[in-house]
């Protein structure tokens, strides 16, 4: 069974940082890319940044680059997400993803 289980949400600062982490499960994760996304309050969930099964190649939304970065662990099974220079349009539930399997989500607040 596929299972994701992200964490490392919280309330932060505007220009500070956090780091999200999501576990993998139940699958060959070493061969998978894999997709961060999230979704604000009353707003679609939407595409934040994607890593190749090796994490070579990476990829964001215009909206987070330059302060967001996705990196993979392939020997613990986890995908991270270092998020610097917080904004408070950043607050969102974060859920990391591959195919159709979602993660549960993890709560992020930027706000004074």
């Known amino acids: 069974e596929v299972q994701l289980v992200e964490s490392g949400g919280g309330l932060v600062q505007p220009g500070g940082s956090l780091r999200l982490s999501c576990a993998a499960f139940g699958f060959t994760f070493s061969n998978s890319a894999m997709g961060w996304f999230r979704q604000a309050p009353g707003k679609e969930r939407e595409f934040v940044g994607g890593?190749?099964?090796?994490?070579?190649?990476?990829y964001y939304a215009d909206s987070v680059k330059g302060r967001f970065a996705i990196s993979r662990d392939n020997a613990e099974n986890t995908v991270y997400l270092q998020m610097d220079n917080l904004k408070p349009e950043d607050t969102a539930v974060y859920y990391c993803?591959?195919?159709?399997?979602w993660g549960q989500g993890t709560q992020v607040t930027v706000s004074s």
């Open positions: 890593i190749s099964w090796s994490g070579g190649i990476t």
């Open positions: 993803n591959i195919g159709t399997y």
